[in-house]
């Protein structure tokens, strides 16, 4: 996309440079960074890689000067941008952060993007000038006027971006910024970043544990050693080469060394073996859709606004479904409503006797508790779903809610806090467990109880090469034991998988009132 | 969410500055406050009724949003009728409840009372984007922008509570907890997930504060990118503010009814 010369002037790159840095978050016993060493010239694009708890986020975030004040946590040492403290350098380093929804400030696209140039004091005219530069050069083409809560997560982060970009910053940091995107999101962003520092000559670092996609951006690797100092720095292709064994390990996805799994993938079957829409009648058939229209009910409207229709789809037990298509189309809505959790828009979502075992056809008119052993669903947010204080508490919620003897509460939990490794954090707060950890316990508190369903939505979105293998693996198990996987996805790796078969969800892109939902078959 | 973005149809209150707006609002009130008495307030009803003309809402727009004021006044009215002050005639007497010729006209000027506050304040929601609310409290009565901007943004998050909620309330179904416990676990249900919501929004929050941060808010003195001004317009608005409050006094005091509620 050709940019206007004038608009995205060429700022001076700034130079970063860390001399012993460290620093130890207040309360905590161990230095999230130390010994830190470290010289990034002008215009250098550096990718930061290291297990997680190495202190990334603790640089990047104290480049951008917002770590805090002194009694926030402890500094050692020296870092400085363009030679300056980064508190006293704040226009000079622009930074994105992972989560699409947290960044916006404003409710409007101009005004959002206005945001940063107000702070630093640019005249009026000035800022609108750059904020129509900043809108172009990542590609956002929209109404100043636009709403930013109609926008989808690749272009909320390209809003972030532009934001950033329109207050010149020297120095532009990313801190995950594709982690919770799809496809289609990661490359939007990606580009747009390219774009934006061929024409400005900013420096770059950024965090992102999926190399892949940064690789051909970046000319530098820097890896930080957990236990402090720096592991390894170099060209990108070197330290791939000498540190992707130990890389990988730690959880890094290493693009020529992708997760193996532990023991033997289950055979794949023929893409629509059983599943095809004339075999509705095969004997383990758990739950069948026809003309499924889904939806969900606006705030404070009574009817459904149908966000996909026309969905003919049969689950059988012992298979593994995926939901693909882009964001937007009604995957989680379908996936949702699957679950018996949301009334079908139109159509009919019929359970097999079989799978509703004397209840009525619809799932969604069950009690909460009989959804317990048919369906169990688990949210794209871990939080969402936890309700204990504890993690023992948590897994035992649903075998309760079925009222098992006491004996067979204790049994199933410390089995499931075995399997899972997570027996030593038996007593801890769900909320304060790490991303992994949190996922696998939203999947283990669904498993206590049994469901022969099992309804997932975005269970990899996030998760690092290791916690995503240990996941994987584990639902592998599920459904070697005849438990039907239906799971949402953008994780192309995760369908190649596990998925027996995948319905796509053709939709529109996020924002449009409601996309066509021509499903295809794989 | 439309709260934040709301779809006001273009109308000549809608494109004065909502300071004005603001401004005209509260002369109204506190006019209004002075005195308990019928004709004052039903005097300002009337006259704000005629001004709604140029407000550009919808009779739908319109009931739904005052739909609560005519729910409350008359309950309010009622209220004052049966428990209020009695004077003068007695009409009716039940147990504690009389009901004098005093305590009906105090209802009724409570009821009015309620209705003519309430209006402006409706209508300026109605008609105001709280974007353009922020510039004018930032720019025209120079708040601090630290709150003024802090308590937008902040408006933005509730959109995403109501979404959280409705997460966790599928959850707790899903979780086998969703239903039965009679009241006991109505009230279980509505707790638990107020809690984790808390949790949730804070953690949010202070994300959102730091991404502000990142951005240079809250440093050194700032631009504005768009621009908040008191125009003609404004004036007119704020002088119709002050005729409505002047007009309803001299009314009340012409018919005898002014009571001055400090004397």
Redesign the interface.
Known sequence: MPLDPDSVRPVAGAHVRARGWGWRHAGRGAPAVSGLDLDIRPGERVLLLGASGAGKSTLV?AL???LGSEDEGDETGELLVDGRRPADA??RV??V?Q?P????????V??DV???????????DE??RR?GAALDSVGLRLPLDH?T?ALSGGQKQRL?LA??LA?RPGLLLLDEPTANLDPEGVIEVRDAVRRTLDASGATLIVIEHRVAVWQDLVDRVIVLDAAGGILADGPTGTVLQSEGERLAAAGVWVPHLPPRLPGRLPSRLPADLGLQAGGAQTPDLLLSASGLAVGRVP?ARRTARVVAGGIDLTIGAGTATAITGPNGAGKSTLA?TL?G??APAGGRLAASPGLAGGLGTEPVRW???A??TRI??V?Q?P?????SGSVRAELA??PH??GLAPAEQVRRVDELLERLRLDHLAEANP?TLSGGEKRRLSVA??LA?RPRVLVLDEPTFGQDSRTWRELVALLVEVQSAGTALVFVTHDELLVDTIADSEYRLAGGRAGSAAGSAAGARR | MSLLTPSIRPSAVARLNPISKLGAAIVVSLALLLSIDWVSALVALALEGVLLYWCGLSARQFWLRTSTLWIAAPFAGLTTVLYGRDSGAVLLTIGFVTVTDGSVQLGLAIALRVLAIGLPGIVLLATTDPTDLADGLAQVLRLPARFVLGGLAGLRLVGMFIEDWRFLSLARRARGVGDGGGPIGALRRFFGPAFALLVISVRRGSKLATAMEARGFGTAPRTWARASAIGAGDAVMLGLGLGIAGIAIAVAVWAGTWHFVLS
Do not use: K, Y
């Open positions: 975030h951008a000067g917002v704040r226009g622009g930074l952060l989560d929804d947290s960044q916006v400030v404003l409710a409007r101009g005004d206005a945001f940063g140039c107000e702070n630093l004091a640019v005249p009026r800022i609108w904020v709403p809560s972030a934001g950033v207050m705030f949702l679950a959790l949301l009690r909460s508790r959804l317990l169990g669903t949210f947010d939080e969402h779903q936890f309700l919620v649903g809610a079925l909320f508190t669904v109880s």
